[in-house]
């Protein structure tokens, strides 16, 4: 059916993609009273909600729950023969996708969002098109918002059986699990993989490339989870490459550049993450890509005028929170509002011990010839932190020594993820340190550990040796 005859609908906003980003977009052009539509080849949430940080974290939650059992002797609770099954685990998982997909459904429907279920396509400035599954449909629009997200990266000529090579798209929704796992990459996913796998008793090996864990955050965050992760049996390889992997019936076998050979029964890869922009009619835009990413100016605005990208697509930031917020922005701008996109985007990740992270690492601050001092506090120093049995890790904070500003904070321990919005609002804040260690923390908790290691940035903590603030107040 040629475009001019297909049935035609006209919107201030067109999004093709409704994960995290699009939808969110979707919601806000509603909530500002513009006619907006919204198209979805798979199912709402993308990758966010199906493939990626809800069924991972719904998993991680049984895997940690059997963590914090295994330890209950420490609190004086045993359990005898502690068991899980895991068709049920998957079955809570799918179940908090649906009810989420279904939420997802009804906030649309209550902001007069137009859902077109298909694979959209760009067609020219201000022109999609969508293919369903019942035919095509031609739509125009005052503004289009390319929301397609990202799919996990593969490593050319490895095999995409996923009975023994999977990304992550096939594991989280595993019918069963393998006796032995090696993970290659040692990033995020790669490391909340990790110890959800060995909660359930699987035998886990990492395998990363480059220096440490969590290539990317600070350095200190990624030593600390190795040797946590070692605590609990998990193999670590790192500054390793896996030379040759060689998939058969009972299992792969992976030759190391370190002369070593890892044999197990399945693998992952957890490379990284590549755009999904293939097969959206960008030609049709003269809109061109780096690398698979789509460039885009602080509007959100790619180079064709009305034509907007947000999320992993356009390579910034490849985090659901992120794509969210640059959704919001990339709405009012296709309103004729000039909003840049601005604010501190957090780092979280929902291993065991947890890890969160905002602003400047201490390493970035130094290539920048930013003066620095360091605040340190030991979470296992809290009387919270002992009075529930989590002890690990630590709050690392990075000051400017001249200016007094907050540049970042980086935090492994019980509850990063929540501390961290508190981190994160003083650092894009652009607090003084100073200021921000007079705030009043509650206690017994883990947060005031926050406190504590601005206050020994200063040379000022007063639950440390004098050692140790004179060693960190003179970095």
């Not at 502690?82 to 902001?111: C, E, I, P, Y």
């Not at 609990?232 to 002369?259: F, N, P, W």
């Not at 929540?418 to 883990?446: M, S």
């Amino acid at each position: 059916m040629k475009a001019d005859r297909m049935p035609s609908h006209h919107y201030d906003i067109v999004i093709i993609g409704a994960g995290p980003g699009g939808y969110v977009a979707a919601l806000k052009a509603g909530q500002l009273g513009a006619s907006c539509a919204i198209i979805e080849k798979h199912h709402l949430g993308g990758t966010c909600l199906n493939y990626g940080c809800i069924p991972s974290k719904a998993l991680l939650a049984s895997g940690e729950l059997l963590h914090r059992i295994a330890r209950g002797d420490e609190l004086g609770v045993s359990v005898e023969g502690a068991t899980f099954d895991w068709s049920a685990v998957q079955k809570r998982k799918n179940k908090v996708l649906r009810q989420l997909r279904a939420g997802t459904a009804s906030l649309l429907k209550g902001r007069n969002v137009a859902l077109y279920e298909g694979a959209g396509r760009l067609d020219g400035p201000g022109k999609v098109i969508v293919d369903g599954k019942d035919g095509s449909e031609a739509l125009t629009a005052g503004a289009v918002i390319l929301a397609v997200g990202s799919t996990p990266a593969r490593i050319p000529g490895w095999p995409e059986d996923p009975k023994r090579v999977s990304t992550s798209d096939e594991a989280l929704h595993w019918d069963a699990l393998p006796r032995s796992l090696l993970i290659v990459g040692g990033g995020v996913i790669g490391c909340e993989f990790a110890c959800m796998m060995q909660s359930f008793g699987v035998e886990v090996t990492v395998v990363e490339m480059l220096p440490g864990l969590l290539p990317g955050m600070d350095e200190d965050l990624g030593a600390a989870l190795a040797k946590s992760f070692k605590t609990r049996g998990i193999g670590i390889h790192t500054d390793t490459k896996v030379e040759k992997m060689v998939a058969g019936a009972d299992g792969v076998t992976a030759d190391l550049s370190s002369g070593e050979s890892i044999v197990a029964e399945r693998l992952l890869i957890a490379v990284g993450r590549r755009a999904a922009t293939d097969e959206i009619g960008l030609d049709t835009c003269g809109i061109e890509t780096n690398r698979g990413f789509i460039e885009v100016d602080d509007r959100m605005e790619t180079r064709c005028s009305g034509v907007y990208c947000i999320g992993d697509a356009n390579g910034r930031c490849l985090l659901a929170h992120a794509a969210s917020a640059q959704g919001v922005v990339a709405v009012q701008n296709a309103l004729g509002n000039v909003v840049p996109m601005e604010g501190t985007i957090p780092d979280a990740v929902y291993t065991y011990p947890e890890v969160a992270a905002s602003g400047l690492t201490a390493d970035e601050a130094r290539q920048q010839g930013v003066p620095i001092s360091i605040g340190m506090f030991p979470i296992g120093h809290l009387g919270k932190a002992m009075a529930v049995g989590e002890t690990e890790g630590f709050v690392k904070v990075v000051r400017h020594r001249e200016t007094d500003e907050l540049l970042g904070v980086h935090i492994i321990g019980h509850n990063a993820t929540e501390i961290i919005a508190a981190a994160n609002a003083l650092v894009d804040d652009r607090a003084e340190v100073h200021d921000a260690a007079e705030i009043v923390f509650a206690h017994p908790t883990i947060s005031e550990s926050l406190k504590e290691s601005m206050d020994d940035a200063l040379g000022a903590a007063l639950h440390l040796p004098p050692r140790t603030i004179h060693r960190v107040a003179a970095e």
